[in-house]
């Protein structure tokens, strides 16, 4: 188990210092200001995939040894098709100050995107992990590679030069996965319509009830964003995008335990178990990214102006605001993945719900007053309490006590032992 989460983690620390990289190639050319419309664009992205990965998204994972490639295909992209068209239309509404030109590139891009996302979802499926990994590396990699051209070489500095990126990050990850999937490519048929009426059934059935719960996190992670632009400008935008960015990349720690977990419940009956390793999980978890918050608040603000550009000092403090919610928001991670685990989705909706509620209310009563700091706030706020909603409910489950959540040295001990076994075998 060490073995795969450590494989995880360091195929999830690639991606994060690649994306780290274009955070500071965009901040250093565009400045605040652009780096505002940057989050704005990929976050409306992220906003109409919610929509789309309604069939197209995590449910084919489970859905690709159930079904034919084929009738799981064409809907998955004609609903992508429909989603990013519709909501490309009404993106407008939801951050009235972007360009119609990045508003239609925005729908584009979505689709795209998805289309890449179909691949390597039918890879996990396959159990074709290595596969996915590179597809996964492939698009920060071109993304990177794109903008190092057109920025550094070519001299330019406009945003156009992020969106000529995603569109080859997306097309080159959506042409290996074709390459990838080109067996299965090349029994590709069409059926009468009556004959998707099962797959398009699980589809939505185990699409929505994933969804749901995105849909909700969502808004408790980046409505900030779209207050800011509202109420203050993007340049603040762009500071708070890139501060949230690196306090978030402390769940690279909590994400690549929890999709072992993850793997691991799923295929176990044994409830006892499953708190148990639940449990362990959870303090390594807390440990290990209680030093990399303590570690990253700890930076001065000197060093993000002199990484990022001369508008980014007020990174530092905004990462401190967010750190006891980061740390927290580690843990419900762990507990969320028990949940979905044992396919009790609707936890982690009522968490997320917990912690919309802070969202809304904190929003926009501090963000109009306080900006960065109190979009700061309020995400804070709302992480800690998706975790103690449950992080209650599970002590309740399981009967652990208050004292069983501490590690123990011998705890502690025993995993050293194994991760030195691991790497030393």
Same mark, same amino acid.
């Given at each position: 188990m060490f073995g795969k989460i450590l494989n995880t983690f360091g195929t999830k620390i690639l991606v994060a210092l690649l994306n780290l990289t274009i955070a500071i190639v965009i901040s250093q050319v565009l400045g605040d200001s652009g780096k505002g419309v940057q989050s704005l664009?990929?976050?409306?992205?992220?906003?109409?995939l919610i929509f789309s990965e309604i069939v197209c998204g995590a449910s084919l994972v489970y859905l690709t040894s159930r079904h034919e490639f084929s009738k799981l295909w064409a809907p998955s992209l004609l609903w992508s098709l429909l989603m990013g068209a519709v909501m490309g239309m009404a993106i407008s509404l939801?951050? =009235?100050?972007?360009?119609?030109?990045?508003?239609?590139?925005?729908?584009?891009l979505s689709f795209v995107s998805s289309f890449a996302n179909i691949h390597f979802r039918v890879l996990i499926g396959k159990e074709e992990v290595k596969k996915a990994n590179v597809n996964t590396l492939l698009q920060p990699a071109m993304l990177l590679l794109t903008l190092v051209?057109?920025? *550094? $070489? @070519?001299?330019?500095?406009?945003?156009?030069?992020?969106i000529i990126a995603l569109y080859v990050a997306y097309l080159s990850s959506s042409v290996l996965g074709v390459f990838q999937l080109r067996e299965e490519?090349?029994?590709?048929?069409?059926? =009468? *319509?009556?004959? +998707?009426?099962?797959?398009?059934?699980?589809?939505?059935?185990?699409?929505?009830?994933?969804?749901?719960?995105?849909?909700?996190q969502f808004f408790n992670l980046r409505l900030s964003y779209y207050l800011l632009n509202a109420y203050v400008d993007t340049g603040h935008v762009g500071v708070y995008s890139n501060a949230v960015s690196l306090a978030e990349s402390i769940w690279i720690i909590s994400n690549?335990?929890? !999709?072992?977990?993850?793997?691991?419940?799923?295929?176990?009956t044994d409830k006892t178990y499953n708190q148990t390793l639940t449990l362990n999980l959870g303090k390594i978890c807390f440990v290990v990214s209680l030093g990399a918050?303590?570690?990253?608040?700890? @930076?001065?603000?000197? @060093? +993000?102006?002199?990484?990022?550009? =001369?508008?980014?000092?007020? $990174?530092?403090?905004?990462?401190?605001?967010?750190? =006891?919610?980061? *740390?927290?928001y580690s843990i419900f991670l762990i507990l969320g993945h028990y949940y979905s685990g044992s396919g009790r989705y609707f936890m982690n909706t009522l968490a997320a719900l917990c912690g919309l509620a802070a969202t809304l209310a904190g929003g926009f009563l501090l963000v109009?007053?306080?900006a960065t700091n109190g979009a700061a706030?309020?995400?804070?706020?709302? +992480?800690? @309490?998706?975790?103690?909603? *449950? !992080?209650?409910?599970?002590?309740?489950e399981s009967r652990f006590r208050i004292r069983d959540l501490v590690l123990t040295p011998s705890e502690l001990k025993e995993y050293i032992a194994e991760i030195k076994n691991h790497y030393l075998k």
């Open positions: 664009v990929l976050t409306n992205i992220s906003f109409i939801f951050t =009235p100050g972007l360009d119609r030109g990045l508003a239609i590139h925005t729908a584009i051209v057109y920025y *550094l $070489m @070519l001299g330019k500095s406009d945003i156009y030069g992020y490519y090349k029994t590709l048929r069409c059926y =009468p *319509l009556g004959e +998707y009426k099962e797959a398009l059934t699980d589809l939505f059935k185990y699409g929505f009830l994933n969804q749901t719960g995105h849909f909700v690549s335990i929890a !999709l072992v977990q993850y793997a691991r419940i799923s295929n176990s918050v303590v570690v990253l608040a700890l @930076l001065p603000s000197s @060093l +993000y102006q002199f990484i990022f550009g =001369p508008e980014f000092g007020e $990174m530092s403090r905004i990462i401190r605001i967010l750190s =006891p919610g980061v *740390l927290c109009p007053r306080f706030v309020t995400a804070s706020v709302a +992480y800690a @309490l998706n975790a103690a909603f *449950l !992080l209650a409910c599970f002590l309740r």
